[in-house]
T-cell receptor, first 116, second 116 residues
């Protein structure tokens, strides 16, 4: 049981280049999320998805696009990378609202992106 | 910002001592979660406390919640070297996104170092 898998783990881009981060989960979770983590900023939500074919904007969506074509996969795209997008990106997933009344997140190991 | 704020930002103690971290937030919440992040890894869920609960235990972890003061604390008793990590509180606010997805807002974290 792999949980949440992110690829690639590391990537260096030049300004203006594009790339896609892939997140895959094997827990049959309904919800998936993309966060970025920057020093002193904690985690900030970029986009999230509540099911196949559905996405929504989070706190810092500008410069990013996402797609959820399959339930198990959530892709994060950067169309034209900027140095401000240098960060560590985390994917997470969760069941839909459970008996807990909230979502407990399972995180991937992270993808470190550097934009020169 | 609705972001939770952890205090202190960094904490260094001797193995065997207790570690206490605090989290404050600004608006009413549904519940609050604590996560741990080991260096270079993703976050791992530790414990959840609901807004109608005041204290919760899980092994060596004790979480309290004071909704009147809008604050929570995480106590780790009898600390071990393996407890060295960053600890984040995540607050679940009432605002719901698409189809009822609840979004967690993470604080900046407390970096805990346990010295042998």
């Amino acid at each position: 049981n792999a949980g949440v898998t992110q690829t690639p783990k590391f990537r260096v881009l030049k300004t203006g280049q594009s790339m896609t981060l892939l997140c895959a989960q094997d827990m049959n979770h309904e919800y998936m999320y993309w966060y970025r983590q920057d020093p002193g900023m904690g985690l900030r939500l970029i986009h999230y998805s509540v099911g196949e074919g559905t996405t929504a904007k989070g706190e810092v969506p500008d410069g990013y696009n996402v797609s959820r074509l399959k339930k198990q996969n959530f892709l994060l795209g950067l169309e034209s990378a900027a140095p401000s997008q240098t960060s560590v990106y985390f994917c997470a997933s969760s069941y839909s609202l459970t008996a807990l009344g909230t979502n407990v997140l399972t995180f991937g190991a992270g993808s470190r992106l550097t934009v020169l | 910002s609705q972001q939770g704020e952890e205090d202190p930002q960094a904490l260094s103690i001797q193995e065997g001592e207790n570690a206490t971290m605090n989290c404050s937030y600004k608006t009413s919440i549904n519940n609050l979660q604590w996560y741990r992040q080991n260096s270079g890894r993703g976050l791992v869920h530790l414990i959840l406390i609901r807004s109608n609960e005041r204290e919760k235990h899980s092994g060596r972890l004790r979480v309290t919640l004071d909704t009147s003061k809008k604050s929570s604390s995480l106590l780790i008793t009898a600390s071990r070297a393996a407890d060295t990590a960053s600890y984040f509180c995540a607050t679940d606010f009432s605002t719901r996104g698409v189809q009822g997805a609840q979004k967690l807002v993470f604080g900046q974290g407390t970096r805990l170092t346990i010295n042998p």
